[in-house]
């Protein structure tokens, strides 16, 4: 699948190669993997949002920045729990990852 790479950061894992950007989620797409979408929720949300809010404010989320190696351990998660085409959608939640239904 032909994908516009305008925006988005490339990164090598397993010998795959995968490009990814953050808009909210991390969303991860694949040349290789057929119609292959990765989408990484860690909890972010606009803190600016809940300023003067603190009683709706959600939790905290980690890691505070997303990071190339953030991003290949997502989809080093994914690849094991069996994405090989199609989109999938994957949670980190304190510290370790959960395939969304």
């Keep these: 699948m032909a994908i516009s790479k305008k925006g988005l950061r490339s ?9 990814w950007k953050f808009d909210g989620k991390v ?3 694949s040349d290789q993997i057929k119609n292959g979408l990765l989408i990484v929720d860690f909890g972010w949300y606009d803190t600016w949002l809940f300023v003067n809010d603190n009683d709706n404010r959600p939790s905290d989320f980690e890691p505070k920045s997303v ?35």
Aim: charged content about 30%.
């Design 11 to 19: 990164i090598t894992v397993d010998g795959q190669k995968f490009y």
């Design 27 to 29: 969303l991860v797409y």
């Design 67 to 101: 990071t190339p190696k953030f991003v290949s351990e997502s989809i080093a998660f994914a690849l094991t729990k069996g994405w090989k085409e199609g989109k999938m959608e994957i949670a980190f939640k304190k510290g370790s990852y959960k395939k969304k239904a």
